[in-house]
């Protein structure tokens, strides 16, 4: 979108943003893309977090156990889980069918009482590092076996996997990806030329900060319109300033000529007009 903020006859100064519709357009779609890739990712970790288990001897002669354990590293607390009578702890695989597809592996903790068997943890193929916590329970149901035929009074164990390295790739590839869809949303140009004096001066406001640049009018070459194909095979343009020396610097990018159109008939008229020198003014 373009607004003029001033223009006289030697002097003008111009100010090039994304329109409302398209800023609103990239909001939808980032949130969009970040929903639909964090719903899958939600469910790969949900079993990251903090897991602790105390289990003791009783006045009873029994062994007594508690487990705590937080979800979605840690942000979700679950309610403590108490188990009196424990003899044993049990480590087990299942396949498990969902639908059509293939059969997924289930990992299961038990601890194993007088009247059955209580799930102490429970992870299936879908956990990110499956391998690396499916042998972290198995760890810790050889821990209490021990414990149980062993002469201690009390046993303490935590798992924190909140730090898992996959876990947060995953999730920073994730914001990346809606970061770039939205960073448009926050460019501003500010594009002023003044013939009197010469100067042509561009502040641009991007996503990681401003950007300024000073050129004689003079170095201008030309004002150019440059088509290109997107990822759909749909024309685009970029508004390019071409310069005797250096790169060029790129105004605007949309996909529509008209409006790139404007701005440079409004350039070029102020490019146009011979420079008045002080000596002539006056």
């Known amino acids: 979108m373009l607004k003029i903020l001033k223009q006289t006859a030697e002097h003008l100064t111009l100010q090039i943003q994304p329109s409302a519709t398209e800023q609103i357009g990239r909001i939808i779609f980032a949130g969009a893309w970040i929903a639909l890739f964090l719903v899958p990712y939600a469910a790969s970790v949900r079993n990251i977090g903090v897991f602790h288990l105390t289990c003791q001897w009783t006045e009873a002669e029994q062994v007594e156990c508690e487990s705590v ?48 068997a209580t799930p102490l943890l429970r992870l299936d193929a879908e956990d990110v590092q499956e391998r690396n916590t499916a042998a972290t329970a198995l760890a810790i149901v050889n821990r209490l076996n021990t414990f149980i035929r062993s002469t201690e009074t009390r046993l303490s164990v935590q798992q924190d996997n909140r730090w898992d390295v996959n876990a947060w790739v995953g999730l920073l590839l994730i914001l990346a990806g809606g970061l770039w869809i939205v960073a448009p949303v926050v460019y501003r140009a500010r594009l002023e030329l003044d013939r009197p004096t010469d100067r042509l001066i561009y502040r641009g406001r991007h996503f990681w900060g401003w950007q300024t640049r000073q050129y004689a009018l003079d170095e201008v070459k030309r004002v150019e319109l440059r088509s290109y194909s997107d990822d759909d095979e749909e024309p685009c343009y970029l508004l390019l300033l071409m310069f005797e020396r250096g790169a060029p610097l790129v105004l605007w990018e949309n996909c529509d000529p008209q409006s790139g159109e404007e701005v440079i008939a409004l350039i070029q008229d102020v490019l146009d007009r011979p420079r008045i020198s002080r000596t002539e003014g006056m």
């Open 69 to 116: 354990r937080s979800t979605y590293f840690g942000l979700v607390q679950q309610a403590p889980v108490t188990v009196a009578g424990v003899r044993a702890s049990q480590f087990v695989v299942q396949e498990q069918s969902k639908g059509r597809s293939d059969p997924e592996s289930v990992y299961t903790a038990l601890l194993i009482t007088r009247t059955g």
